[in-house]
C-alpha cells in the first residue's frame, strides 16, 4: 500500500497537473486521479477514498467562486443534488468485489473520456434558447449519476455537464457552474458512505501529500487563464489519458469474469 518516496513525488506531480487542467475548465478531476491512483495503489478503498477527497479540494474553490460572481443559483441546482446526493451515498456505501469495482471503474473511465472529448467537438450559441424539461428528467439525471459517482468514487460532473449542453438545458457556465456544485455534493456524500460502510482508507502521508497537491493546484488553475492550451485542447489531451487508463484496467479485469 504505501508508496515509496518516488512513486509518490511523481504521482502529486500527476495530481497537481491534473488539479491544474481541470479546476481551469470547471471539473474536480476525480476521473483522472483514479486514473492515476489504479498505476500506483492497489488498495480499491484508498483509491476511492483518496479521489474524493481531492475532489473536494479542488471544487470546494470553483464552487464559492461560481457563487460569489453570480453564476451559481441554489435553487436551480436544488432538483439535481435532493436526487443525487441520496444515491451518492447509496453507491459509495456498497462494499464491491475487488474486481466488481475495477471492471465499473474502467467502464466508467472510457465513458467519461468519451463524454469530454464529444464535449470539445459541440458547439453552443451564447444567445440560443435554453429548453425546458420536465422535473422527472432532472431527478432521473441527478440520481444516475449521483449513484455512479459513488460506486466508483467521483463527483459525477464530468458525465453532467456535457449532457446538459447537449440537452442545451441552460448557459454554459451555469453549467459549468452546476457541475462543480454537484461535484462538491456528491463528494462528499461519498465520503459519508464510504465511512457509513466502514470502507474509507486514507493513509496519512499519502493522502496528507495529494491533497496538498491538488489544494496548490486548484487554486492556480481557477485563477489563472492557460495560454498555452485551449480549454479544448486539455480536455481532448485528457480524454485520451483517461481512455487509454480506463481500457488497461478492462483489460486486466475483464479475462477474471470468466
Known amino acids: 500500500m504505501l508508496l515509496s518516496t518516488e512513486n509518490l513525488v511523481l504521482l502529486c506531480l500527476g495530481f497537481f497537473i491534473v488539479a491544474t487542467l481541470y479546476s481551469s475548465v470547471g471539473f474536480g478531476g476525480g476521473s483522472s486521479y483514479l486514473a492515476l491512483l489504479t498505476l500506483f495503489l492497489g488498495g480499491f478503498f484508498a483509491i476511492r477514498s483518496i479521489a474524493l477527497i481531492c475532489n473536494l479540494v479542488v ?17 436551480d441546482f436544488l432538483p439535481f443534488v435532493l ?12 462494499r464491491l ?5 475495477f471492471l465499473l471503474l474502467g467502464f466508467s473511465l472510457v465513458t467519461s473520456a468519451i463524454f469530454l472529448a464529444l464535449q470539445t467537438f459541440s458547439k453552443r450559441d451564447p ?13 432521473l439525471l441527478g440520481g444516475g449519476i ?15 455537464a456535457p449532457i446538459l449542453n447537449h440537452l442545451k438545458w441552460d448557459k454554459s457556465i451555469k453549467i459549468a457552474a452546476l457541475a462543480s456544485f454537484f461535484i462538491l455534493v456528491n463528494s462528499i456524500s461519498g465520503l459519508a458512505g464510504l465511512v457509513q460502510g466502514g470502507m474509507l482508507e486514507l493513509p496519512w502521508k499519502e493522502t496528507l501529500s495529494l491533497v496538498v497537491s491538488v489544494l496548490v493546484g486548484g487554486q492556480l488553475g481557477i485563477r489563472i487563464s492557460l495560454k498555452r492550451f485551449t480549454p479544448k485542447v486539455i480536455k481532448r489531451i485528457t480524454a485520451l489519458l483517461v481512455f487509454v487508463v480506463g481500457v488497461r484496467i478492462l483489460l486486466k ?3 477474471q469474469v470468466f
Open 59 to 75: 471544487v470546494s474553490g470553483s464552487t464559492y467562486l461560481y457563487f460569489k460572481n453570480g453564476h451559481a443559483k441554489l435553487k
Open 146 to 160: 449521483g449513484l455512479l459517482s459513488g460506486l466508483v468514487g467521483i463527483g459525477g460532473g464530468i458525465f453532467l
Open 127 to 139: 444567445s440560443e434558447k435554453v429548453a425546458n424539461y420536465p422535473k422527472w428528467v432532472t431527478y
Open 253 to 255: 479485469y475483464i479475462p
Open 97 to 101: 468485489e475487488e474486481h466488481v469495482f
Open 83 to 94: 436526487a443525487s446526493i441520496p444515491m451518492a451515498f447509496i453507491g459509495a456505501s456498497f
